[in-house]
């Protein structure tokens, strides 16, 4: 069974660091095209970013010089680092996978909250 | 970036019912369009892709079409688990979304 699990969220101060988490079963992260995705509270859904197989990635405007994505192949986990972290940040990351190379996302994770508030 | 942009925003429909949501895109984006459904506390998931592919597993009371700017998402019959909110979401470039619709019971 294909299955996407994150964490890493919580309560973090604004102009702080977290780093999330996405460990994959049943797939392997260094052949697929991964992205985060997050969901402001009863807001709608905004790509953050992306690692392709080849590895390269991309990223959000509006996390663009903030957030990292990541791979360990070893761990079959994609990470997403996040600094300078503000209070719009706010909202739960998904993990995704997309269904073939690109941004169609037939596979998700359940989601870890992150919090930015003083 | 490329606007996406879904009505109604809000629907009320009962079981059996037709419903029809559109969504708009701000340029042409060929038949790069992709639906969503998502459940209260659930991640989406994917029920057509590429316009009109329907995701294995998805009911056929679903179907999409359109192309260029514009699309829409059927349901036939609406069923009792179909109350959720759906995004469409463009994979032409730098993915963006709609901003939803939702469904709800009459």
């Not at chain 1, 102009?15 to 709608?44: D, E, F």
């Not at chain 2, 942009?5 to 969504?23: F, K």
């Not at chain 2, 009371?61 to 959720?84: C, H, Y």
């Amino acid at each position: 069974e294909v299955q996407l699990v994150e964490s890493g969220g919580g309560l973090i101060q604004p102009g702080g660091s977290l780093r999330l988490s996405c460990a994959a079963s049943g797939l392997t992260v260094s052949s697929n095209y991964m992205s985060w995705v997050r969901q402001a509270l009863k807001k709608g859904l905004e790509w953050v970013s992306i690692i392709r197989s080849d590895g390269s990635t991309k990223y959000a405007d509006s996390v663009k010089g903030r957030f990292t994505i990541s791979r360990d192949n070893s761990k079959n986990t994609v990470y997403l680092q996040m600094n300078s972290l503000r209070d719009e940040d706010t909202a739960v990351y998904f993990c995704a996978r997309a269904a073939s190379a690109g941004t169609v996302w037939g596979t998700w994770g359940q989601g870890t909250l992150v919090t930015v508030s003083s | 970036d490329i606007q996406m942009t879904q009505s109604p925003s809000s629907l009320s429909a009962s079981v059996g019912d037709r419903v029809t949501i559109t969504c708009r895109a701000s340029q042409n984006i060929s038949r790069y369009l992709n639906w969503y459904q998502q459940t209260p506390g659930k991640a989406p998931e994917l029920l057509i892709y590429g316009t009109s592919n329907l995701q294995s597993g998805v009911p056929s009371r679903f179907s999409g079409s359109g192309s260029g700017t514009d699309f829409t998402l059927t349901i036939s019959s609406l069923q009792p688990e179909d109350f959720a909110t759906y995004y469409c979401q463009q994979s032409y470039s730098t993915p963006t979304f709609g901003q939803g619709t939702k469904v709800e019971i009459k």
